[in-house]
């Protein structure tokens, strides 16, 4: 029995070496991607919608973290099959010369003024942790000064360590807050499996999930982020050989992404919505629930320290990957005589310069019209997408079922972003 035991044992771990051989080699990209994409839906939006609405749009969620998974799939897939990041494919699409990629990358800059909103929240997070009084405008300039440092080097293996440190205390923190909630497993499935689809608030409030939960148009950022781990390294041989670790790291940024946006709708719909409050400023309800999680030593902090890590990690996700985006963009459509690496740095500090600006005279306020046109253009992008999907060798494209979630998907998209304007 011994021997058989003493067998097992090297068997056992030589299983789990090859396994984790298997799936280690390409992880960060899917959960950088599921961090980053959790700032604006926790802080912003899910503290929000479970204080004002409890467990009642969680069908919206699983329906459109479904679809976005699906989406970001399929941009897997075509970069892993031909090398390339998905604007270079997008070019491809019929059509005026270069038109979609220089539609997307016009909004990416109009989402920065949109998503400034949530530094504002970062920053007053950051000066209300500070020993002395600082105003948010220094604070912001203090919190964009580091990120511009990080991402300044434009060096991917730093940008992923900052990335996956902080979201390890980011998983730490909210599974300590957790520890003073309760859940209510009938609420829980009612809101999964019992839509009131006949409430136009519910409706309307549907539409902001599908814009905010993995950020939209945001999602293609994740392939410049996929070819950095990438390298050169791309084909048939390398696509049998290491897609399936791919498909595993965005996996794990998507349970991710789920994770969280349940525990700040839960924190929501505890701390708020089960005591008649509804939903105010995002800064100053974050306050009122960390006082809420004082029955765990520490909570309060701990968990006021996770939400500034969770809009950091969020603010320079957003920042390096629309500034990569835009810097490949450019090189590809525009004669220009500046590296790629030289347009990633001005970029960024542009950027920088936008979100300091902001918190002296913009508002923090969403701008309904750029929600609109940011979840229009992400369902015409789904259709896009199908295309070069139906263009790659056979062994690269996706299953029938894929493309009907992507069709679903692409044709909801626009209507609930028409539904959402006229509301």
């Not at 701390?271 to 409050?277: K, Q, R, S, Y």
């Not at 259709?383 to 069709?407: E, K, N, T």
């Amino acid at each position: 029995m011994s021997r058989d035991l003493d067998t097992m044992g090297p068997e056992q771990i030589s299983r789990i070496r090859a396994l984790v051989a298997e799936r280690v080699p390409f992880l960060g990209p899917g959960l950088i991607l599921g961090i980053s994409s959790a700032g604006w839906v926790g802080l912003l939006v899910f503290l929000s919608l479970g204080a004002n609405f409890g467990y009642a749009l969680l069908w919206a969620v699983a329906g459109v973290i479904v679809y976005k998974y699906a989406f970001t799939i399929g941009c897997a897939r075509y970069t892993v099959a031909t090398g390339e990041n998905i604007y270079a494919g997008l070019q491809r699409i019929p059509g005026l010369r270069n038109w979609q990629v220089l539609f997307i990358g016009a909004i990416y800059v109009v989402e920065i003024v949109y998503h400034a909103g949530g530094a504002v929240v970062a920053a007053s997070l950051l000066a209300s942790l500070l020993p002395a009084a600082v105003p948010v405008q220094y604070a912001m300039i203090a919190l964009f000064a580091l990120i511009t440092l990080v991402l300044f080097k434009n060096s991917y293996p730093l940008f992923k360590k900052v990335m996956v440190v902080a979201g390890a205390i980011i998983v730490g923190g909210m599974c300590l807050n957790f520890l003073s909630l309760y859940l209510s497993p009938i609420e829980v499935v009612q809101g999964l499996v019992a839509p009131d689809l006949g409430n136009e608030d519910h409706l309307y409030y549907a539409g902001l999930v599908m814009c905010s939960l993995g950020t939209g148009l945001s999602l293609l950022c994740y392939t410049m982020w996929l070819q950095q781990q990438l390298g050169k390294r791309h084909g048939e041989a390398f696509y049998w050989a290491h897609m399936r670790s791919v498909r595993f790291d965005l996996a794990l940024g998507f349970v991710l992404l789920a994770a969280l946006s349940f525990f700040y709708l839960t924190l929501g719909f505890v701390a708020m919505n089960e005591h008649g409050l509804p939903a105010f400023e995002q800064d100053l309800m974050i306050r009122v629930i960390g006082h809420s999680l004082g029955a765990v030593p520490y909570g309060m902090t701990v968990f006021v320290i996770t939400s500034l890590l969770t809009l950091f990690v969020y603010l320079i996700g957003a920042m390096d990957g629309r500034a990569r985006a835009i810097a490949s963009i450019l090189r590809q459509t525009v004669q220009t005589r500046f590296s790629e690496d030289g347009l990633y740095r001005g970029v960024v500090l542009a950027f920088a310069a936008i979100f300091i600006v902001f918190s002296y005279v913009g508002s923090k306020y969403t701008i309904k019209d750029v929600l609109t046109l940011s979840v229009f253009m992400f369902g015409l992008v789904g259709f896009m997408l199908l295309w070069l999907d139906r263009h790659l060798p056979a062994y690269a494209r996706g299953s029938a079922v894929w493309y009907a979630v992507m069709l679903v998907g692409s044709v909801l998209f626009p209507i609930g972003a028409v539904a959402y304007w006229g509301m």
